[in-house]
């Protein structure tokens, strides 16, 4: 269990830092205190992170803006072979990397309806969540998918190419022991 724990901190760590790195958010305002500001830098990188199939085909980020390229799928794709390389197991590396994208996704939801009531007036707000909402699970169905198994079997192949190399050079050096037994 410790295990785990601590594979799902690191992939989610590498997931938020690389994208930190990738994405440049906006400062928050004045006006927004010091952990909503940070819930929203949060939100935003992850914003980046839940579409990197569309991405990656040129479109746009979640809900309108900038084109980031093949930056998420990248961020993916390296995050969760470095999770595979340090697990060592195929099925402990998937079952890491799919519970650390659904709590990124999670997080993404759910810090929508914590974040635009505080930005938008009561109605605002509400049509802006429907409208990322729509975006994502209407017009990007796709890259849920994506996000969701890409990374498993990234990391599952990492994880099963380490186990497959370690347990090779366990038994070449175990047919070296019994060709050349030690006087």
């Known amino acids: 269990?410790?295990?785990f724990i601590l594979g799902l901190g690191t992939m989610v760590a590498s997931v938020t830092i690389g994208s930190l790195l990738a994405f440049s958010s906006e400062a928050w305002s004045a006006e927004l205190p010091l952990q909503v500001g940070l819930l929203k830098m949060l939100h935003d990188i992850y914003s980046f992170l839940l579409t990197p199939l569309s991405s990656a085909l040129g479109a746009p980020s979640l809900g309108g803006g900038i084109y980031l390229g093949i930056w998420p799928l990248i961020i993916w794709i390296v995050s969760s072979a470095?999770?595979?390389?340090?697990?060592g197991e195929p099925y402990r590396a998937a079952k890491i990397v799919f519970t650390s994208t659904l709590i990124i996704f999670s997080f993404w939801i759910f810090s929508n309806f914590m974040l635009y009531p505080v930005r938008s007036d009561n109605l605002a707000w509400l049509s802006e969540v429907d409208r990322l909402m729509s975006d994502l699970f209407l017009y990007?169905?796709?890259d849920i998918v994506f996000f969701l198994a890409v990374p498993s079997i990234v990391s599952a192949t990492a994880a099963f190419l380490i186990f497959y190399i370690v347990s090779s050079r366990s038994k070449i050096s175990e047919l070296k022991e019994e060709q050349y037994p030690a006087w």
């Open 1 to 3: 269990m410790k295990s």
């Open 140 to 142: 990007r169905s796709l």
């Open 82 to 87: 470095f999770v595979g390389l340090l697990t």
